[in-house]
């Protein structure tokens, strides 16, 4: 039978054909720049089939080619079986992007419009020259993909700042509007949607594990647009829902989403100049090109928007609430780390997805939990050298009394959002797997005890994680660490930890995950990571000092650890930390669990 995604791919080619397209290129995200899109922009995977975060695709008439991280590399060659589609690797020596790639070989390519930010079309205009001309066609797929799903509207809820930490938004609103001013613009298009979400205290579910809502926010002095579902018209909204009573009260005016072209095109017609801010690495094609052709260029100030940097730094109120969170998520994994010990050790056998559902059901009775803050990876020994694994449908495999189970997990609160990974001896390990185990180690531990200069970057520090690893030939091809939201996206910027070069500083209030991993094909893969705070660490006549603060409480499994390879810090770090563990979960846990964790976390 045939490969019906060669058969979709085939259908786009006839459509390339009729319309004259050398190219089409679509992305993985939608017109938000999300990293994680609602089912109707899941384009890549309707097309393909695979399913990973990252990844674009292009199509010519005689090649098909999926562009995605090493992440993904595994898995991509896995599921692009079959269906034509070659994968090209990204972030990796040499590697070719797509407008590089493009370049000699089209000269009429099709974007979906919404689906592409600015940048990223811009990059391709540039490669295929001043011959060639990029069309943008916006909803390229809805004639080929029968039942595409339709925008998601959900509820919409409010933070209650008083209670979990947080700003007003109306304190927030005049925040922006001070930094517009100071920029010389009248007006701010805000479209990425966890800018949106902080800025006006709200979330929603229109994206699996992100409590988001899909929109737009116009910023002027004089009002704040917000472009989601209208009320009284099937969206979140009805009039008798508080939310909405509080954005009238604080004149925040509620429109359609899809009228925001309608709004842009109205002001640019009002007397007198308009100058109009927006970022274009968020914002999509589509939309920039409606802004292009009703406002002179001279008034489109392109920009990186203020609002990153603002939400990545927690105030005082969020960091106290942060702490309780991860104290409430320690019990949680605990409970789970013990429950899977006990079934495993017993001889029944649990199958990567019972463990992933039983941990989730030990987080859901945690007050204030509202989700998870992405899909758990749950995986056995080879499942887990794919740093981004999916539990298959059908047959999931069963972890087996010996060797190393990878759990990364987070979850979404109203206090705040988590993220942890834990890796677990579930019996006899291999010398090569302690070794593993301890190196990757070593990497989280230099990197939990860094003291660095304020001004320090995460590239600078990435290879603290790193240097064990390299002293012994080993390496990872993901990042180190990724800032996180409170009750918002697991993955935030501007600042990261990792090798690509990104001059944004470490700042106090920062939220960061440290993460090195190691990953065998076919073998295993560990991965250790605690989320950290970026803090004040005093001041000397050498400088203003930084450190971290480790947020995670759950304990670190010294059974696979080979002793003599950490350094007598190292092993003083590790200790600490158990005790901690213990000390502050134990009195939250049931007797038998407080009991094994005390085995648990004895010094070694």
């Given amino acids: 039978m045939e490969n019906i995604f060669k058969k979709r791919i085939e259908a786009l080619r006839d459509m390339m054909a009729d319309n004259g397209w050398d190219a089409v290129v679509l992305s993985g995200s939608d017109p938000h720049a999300s990293e994680y899109p609602a089912p109707r ?59 590089e790639w493009l370049s000699g070989k089209a000269r009429v390519v099709a974007v979906d419009g919404l689906c592409q930010s600015v940048k990223a079309v811009e990059e391709i205009k540039a490669a295929i020259g001043e011959d060639g001309i990029a069309v943008d066609v916006p909803d390229m797929l809805d004639s ?40 010389g613009v009248d007006m701010m298009l805000v479209s990425s949607l966890d800018e949106i979400a902080w800025l006006l205290n709200v979330r929603g579910s229109d994206i699996d594990y992100n409590p988001l809502v899909i929109s737009y926010l116009l910023v002027s002095q004089d009002y704040v647009k917000w472009f989601a579902r209208k009320p009284g018209c099937g969206g979140p909204f009805p009039d008798t829902i508080d939310s909405y009573d509080e954005l009238r009260v604080d004149q925040v005016e509620v429109e359609d989403y899809d009228a925001l072209a309608f709004a842009l095109s109205d002001l640019s017609q009002d007397d007198g100049r308009v100058r109009i801010f927006i970022d274009p690495s968020t914002l999509n094609y589509h939309i920039y090109s409606h802004i292009i052709r009703n406002y002179d260029r001279s008034d489109v100030i392109c920009g990186t928007s203020p609002v990153i940097l603002e939400k990545s730094v927690k105030t005082p109120s969020e960091i106290e609430s942060l702490r309780q969170t991860f104290i409430e998520d320690g019990v949680a994994m605990e409970r789970f780390l013990h429950w899977l010990e006990d079934e495993v050790s017993s001889g029944r056998e649990v199958t990567e997805r019972e463990a992933s559902v039983q941990l989730s059901a030990f987080r859901a009775e945690i007050p204030g939990y509202r989700g998870d803050s ?105 990042g180190t660490g990724h800032g996180i939201g409170f009750w918002l996206c697991v993955h935030e910027g501007p600042q990261d930890i990792r090798q690509n070069f990104n001059a944004q500083p470490l700042l106090p209030g920062m939220v960061t995950s440290n993460e090195p991993g190691l990953y065998r094909e076919g073998m295993h893969g560990i991965r250790h990571e605690n989320v950290v705070l970026c803090r004040e660490a005093g001041k000397d006549e050498f400088g203003d000092w930084l450190d971290f603060e480790t947020l995670t409480l759950c304990h670190i499994d010294t059974s696979a650890v080979l002793a003599d390879m950490l350094s007598s810090d190292e092993l003083k770090w590790l200790n600490s930390y158990n005790e901690r563990v213990y000390r502050t979960l134990s009195p939250l846990l049931p007797p038998e669990v407080s009991a094994w964790l005390r085995y648990k976390t004895m010094p070694l």
């Fill in 41 to 99: 922009w899941k384009q890549v995977e309707w097309l393909t089939g695979f399913t990973g975060e990252a990844g674009d695709l292009v199509i010519t008439a005689d090649h098909a080619g999926l562009w995605t991280d090493s992440r993904y590399f595994v898995q991509a060659v896995s599921q692009l079986e079959g269906t034509g589609v070659e994968l090209h690797k990204t972030r990796v020596p040499g590697a070719v992007g797509i407008p």
């Fill in 374 to 478: 992405f899909e758990n990876i749950s995986a056995y020994g080879p499942s887990a050298a794919l740093p981004h694994y999916c539990i298959p449908a059908e047959n999931p495999p069963v972890i087996r009394p010996s060797g190393l189970y990878l759990v990364d997990s987070g979850g979404q609160y109203l206090t705040g959002t988590t993220d942890i990974t834990r890796t677990v001896p579930m019996g006899e390990c291999t010398r090569l797997e302690k070794e593993d185990y301890t190196v990757v180690l070593k990497g989280m531990i230099a990197l939990s005890m860094a003291v660095f200069p304020r001004g320090t970057a995460g590239c600078q520090l990435d290879v603290l994680a790193r240097g064990p690893m390299w002293r012994t030939r080993r390496n990872y091809g993901h």
């Fill in 144 to 183: 080929l993909w029968a039942g595409r799903p339709s925008v998601p509207v959900t509820p919409v809820t409010t933070l209650d700042v008083e209670c979990f930490g947080g700003i007003p938004r109306v304190d927030k609103i005049s925040w922006l509007r001070k930094w517009m001013l100071l920029q």
